[in-house]
């Protein structure tokens, strides 16, 4: 199997940052993405965890950095607590995805499921949770877990985006 050129490696990871970038401006622009009730698109953590499937540990660790830290700058929670949650799990995913799973829809969707999920739960259990928010349940059961169903389908479009990019470069490759 040849490796990707050094520029095209280098252009492979330009777009994955650009995406991850626009990705972010759509999630924090305020009324640009569709809101249902409280529940919002959060389109930051699919397209990532798509996109570390796609990576290995090393180069998905920085990338969860990066989109963590971009989630810090407009969170109001602690100030690196995204940064350490997602480079984490992206870490894992990449890990993962490079040793034991095939990068297919289905391993997409269990890895972004888990993600999603994990992220959301963590960041309700921390920071709604522990500082004992009065209804926290019913803020989990009617905000956390309708957000992190929504955003679970959106791996599937951000997959195939992902793909269609990645095949790109295994195209030039050859």
């Known amino acids: 199997m040849m490796k990707l050129t050094k520029k095209n490696t280098i252009k492979k990871h330009a777009i994955w940052v650009l995406l991850l970038c626009a990705a972010f401006l759509l999630q924090t622009t305020y009324g640009f993405m569709p809101h249902i009730g409280q529940v919002k698109i959060l389109p930051l953590l699919p397209l990532l965890s798509c996109i570390c499937m796609f990576e290995k540990e090393k180069?998905?660790?920085?990338?969860?950095?990066?989109?963590?830290?971009?989630?810090?700058?407009?969170?109001?929670?602690?100030?690196?607590?995204h940064a350490l949650?997602?480079?984490?799990?992206?870490?894992?995913?990449?890990?993962?995805?490079?040793?034991?799973?095939?990068?297919t829809l289905l391993t997409n969707l269990v890895m972004g499921s888990l993600f999603i999920f994990l992220s959301q739960?963590?960041?309700?259990?921390?920071?709604?949770?522990?500082?004992q928010t009065a209804g926290a349940s019913g803020i989990y059961f009617s905000l956390y877990l309708p957000t992190i169903i929504l955003n679970i389908l959106l791996v599937i479009p951000f997959f195939f985006l992902v793909l269609a990019i990645h095949k790109k470069f295994k195209k030039e490759e050859a």
């Open 59 to 81: 180069c998905a660790c920085w990338y969860g950095l990066f989109a963590g830290l971009l989630m810090d700058v407009v969170s109001a929670s602690m100030v690196g607590y």
């Open 85 to 103: 949650i997602t480079m984490i799990l992206c870490t894992f995913i990449g890990w993962m995805s490079t040793n034991y799973l095939r990068n």
């Open 121 to 131: 739960s963590l960041y309700w259990l921390f920071f709604v949770e522990f500082k």
